[in-house]
């Protein structure tokens, strides 16, 4: 489980909304967010200083008393996860924000960045100690315990940590899968069908996996990925579901689903095509005698050579080297480092624009606010206090009309279009870079006669443990 705590910020709001705020921290802005507020350190402040000095008759920038400790003006969380659960800052922001959502509702003001910097992943999360509609937040020994069992019972459905289950019930588990096995509806064989149905949609094992919880699915992933139902009770590591769907297997089926292996030799001595074909016609022969793993390309289709995955593989790498003209193990490591240096590139310029296409949706939504309000002719108090909320932060970046407001939502389109370019760019670059990297990893081991020998011990082993379990 995650490790929360809390501070309380009695002073300088606007130094700690900076602190967590920080490019360097944040994979320049990346994961943050906000919620009632804009996601940078000004107007964040400024929001907070009207909401709190509304609701609580004091000053938000006050200095210290010389007694007594003062107001908290705001409360810092510091969610914590522990290395070993390979959380990924994608997942700890997600994290964070159904957490803050979860635990203060949706009409606080907060201010989530996901810090990147140390080993392990860690979320920080400032609330103003006033809500919107003047609830107020404290920090106390009760409300931490209460805030702790938020955060656990959050990351729970995330599949940080399986739920302890009651002593007995593991052989009942094991009976329901038996039975639902019988009627061909076990919740292994689910997973599988789910997987091969979403694997021809995708680009990536991330993207599999995305898709796999959009669907209902609860993803764990750490040394092995696991995957749970809906319903189901434990979770299953994908690699207990057959060699189909090991994490390499998954792998392996997305990247080189689309590439062809309409293989054309050229008449020009290339060493790494000539040790491409004598391994291909090897692994061919491992496969037709039975001296490997069987690894199906397509999952629902008889195994035979023909429809084996690791045949498949080299096969299409092999086409990818004639496709591309590669002569030599130099020549690829220098596309390898081109390609890496134009993702790089692109990720930089994609990663600034989606931080500015998240500030033009915060500007776009106080925007629309203000407007919608404006043309009221009798407000709420609540309604009062985020019209003048809207028309402060309308003021800070130079919005004082309608026609500022429609300028501002061309910008947005037009970010939006960029963004759409630049992910495109963005995802076959790292595509080709991923296939390049395979095939050189691939090669390392054909060079070093590895290859083949690596397939007949894997075959060797998985005999052997088929034997014990007898």
């Known amino acids: 489980m995650p490790y929360v705590k809390s501070i309380s910020l009695r002073t300088t709001v606007n130094k700690s909304l900076a602190y967590i705020l920080n490019p360097d921290k944040t994979e320049d802005l990346l994961y943050t967010t906000s919620l009632n507020c804009l996601t940078n350190a000004k ?12 609701f609580s008759g004091e000053k938000f920038n006050a200095p210290l008393p010389t007694e007594g400790k003062g107001s908290v003006k705001a409360i810092h969380y510091i969610q914590s996860f522990d290395p070993h659960d390979n ?22 003001q907060v201010v989530i960045a996901t810090h990147t910097d140390r080993r392990h992943v860690h979320n920080h999360i400032i609330i103003n100690t006033y809500s919107l509609t003047g609830q107020k937040f404290n920090d106390n020994w009760t409300t931490r315990k209460k ?14 940590q399986p739920i302890v289950t009651k002593k007995g019930y593991g052989k009942n588990l094991a009976y329901n899968e038996w039975e639902n096995k019988k009627q061909g509806t076990s919740w292994k064989e689910k997973i599988r069908l ?29 040394k092995y990925i696991s995957v749970k139902a809906p319903k ?43 040790d491409y074909v004598r391994t291909l016609n090897d692994v061919t022969e491992l496969a037709r005698t039975g001296r490997k793993i069987q690894r199906k390309r397509y999952h629902s289709e008889p195994y035979s050579p023909e429809n084996d995955l690791d045949v498949y593989k080299i096969s299409a790498q092999l086409s990818i080297i004639n496709r591309d003209n590669i002569h030599s193990i130099g020549e690829l490591e220098g596309k390898i480092q081109r390609l890496k240096s134009e993702c790089e590139n692109a990720r930089r310029e994609l990663n600034a624009l989606i931080v500015k296409q ?16 404006a043309d009221k002719s009798e407000l709420s108090d609540t309604e009062q206090l985020s019209l003048k909320i809207c028309r402060q932060t309308l003021q800070n970046n130079s919005i004082s009309d309608r026609s500022d407001f429609e300028r501002l939502k061309a910008v947005q389109k037009e970010t939006d279009k960029k963004i759409a370019v630049l992910k495109k760019t963005f995802e076959d670059c790292k595509q080709m870079y991923d296939i390049y990297m395979d095939i050189a990893k691939n090669y390392y081991d054909i060079s070093k006669g590895d290859y083949v020998s690596k397939l007949i011990k894997e075959q060797k082993k998985q005999t052997i443990k088929n034997i014990n379990k007898i």
């Open 147 to 160: 805030i702790r069992e938020y955060s656990d019972r959050v990351c729970l459905a995330f599949g940080i």
């Open 194 to 222: 789910e997987i091969d149905r979403l694997i021809g949609t995708v680009k990536n094992l991330d993207e599999l996996l995305s898709e796999l919880e959009a669907s209902g699915y609860t993803i764990k992933k750490g």
């Open 87 to 108: 959380i990924t800052p994608e997942q700890a922001h997600r994290i964070a924000k159904a957490f803050a959502r979860k635990t203060f509702g949706d009409d606080c």
């Open 232 to 274: 189901q009770e434990r979770f299953v590591r994908t690699k207990t579901l057959g060699e189909d769907y090991t994490e390499e297997s998954l792998i392996s089926r997305i990247r080189w689903r689309d590439v062809g292996t309409s293989i054309t030799l050229s008449g020009e001595p290339a060493p790494i095509r000539d």
């Open 43 to 54: 107007d964040a402040y400024l929001s907070m200083k009207t909401v709190f000095e509304h």
């Open 358 to 373: 998240e500030k033009l949706e915060g500007l776009m939504e106080q925007a629309e606010t203000y407007f919608s309000l």
